[in-house]
């Protein structure tokens, strides 16, 4: 997506090992117009897949996630990084966080994720891939299908996109950085 490049271009920054800031337009400061042209996008490439429900994770993919559900009328569900004390009916993985270097534990509640529902889930950065594939394991959980991942960054040079699509999973990135390496960005053309 030509728009979101420009500004990765123009704003993003390079942290060391392999992070890229974009503190100035999504993940701190974030700029709606930007946020709901991608949204919109990530809608167009999943229309027809009969979604009924999007699935993100807290705390950044809300912003870009309940944009795209409002794009396609379904429901926001967020996973949640503190499992509440009261247990009751909730579904939980680990996660191990690239950018925190640690694992955690994330839950939904089976009263919104269930056999009938068809997930997209939506986040901001595709990286290894373990936040996706944890989300994967809620679905399963629920028993509730996956209709595809859809990503604002993929850094694929991490290679958790290249596993997603090995695995049969539709995944859509608007940009997708090859690499990090000098802190120079490179875009995927
Ligand atoms: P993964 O689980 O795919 O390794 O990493 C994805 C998660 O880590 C995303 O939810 C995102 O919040 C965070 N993340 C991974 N790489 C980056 C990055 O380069 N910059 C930022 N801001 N977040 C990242």
Do not use: W
């Not at 897949?49 to 994770?57: A, E, F, P, V």
């Not at 991490?158 to 875009?187: F, Y």
């Amino acid at each position: 997506m030509q728009q979101l490049s420009e500004r990765i271009l123009h704003d993003g920054k390079c942290l060391p090992g392999g992070i890229l800031k974009v503190d100035n337009f999504i993940n701190h400061q974030m700029d709606p117009m930007l946020m709901r042209a991608m949204a919109e996008e990530l809608a167009r490439r999943f229309v027809g897949h009969s979604i009924t429900k999007i699935l993100t994770i807290e705390a950044s993919g809300i912003a870009p996630a309940i944009l795209v559900g409002e794009c396609l009328k379904v429901p926001v569900l967020f996973a949640k990084k503190r499992v509440p004390s009261t247990l009751e009916r909730m579904l939980t993985t680990e996660i191990f966080s690239f950018t925190k270097e640690r694992s955690y534990t994330v839950c939904v509640s089976s009263d919104y994720l269930g056999a009938n529902d068809r997930v997209l889930f939506v986040d901001d950065f595709l990286a290894n891939g373990h936040a996706a594939i944890g989300m994967l394991d809620l679905i399963e959980q629920a028993g509730a299908t996956l209709e595809g991942m859809g990503f604002l960054i993929e850094k694929s040079f991490q290679g958790g996109g290249q596993k997603l699509r090995e695995r049969g999973i539709h995944v859509e990135s608007l940009a997708i950085i090859e690499s990090l390496d000098d802190c120079t960005i490179t875009l995927k053309e």
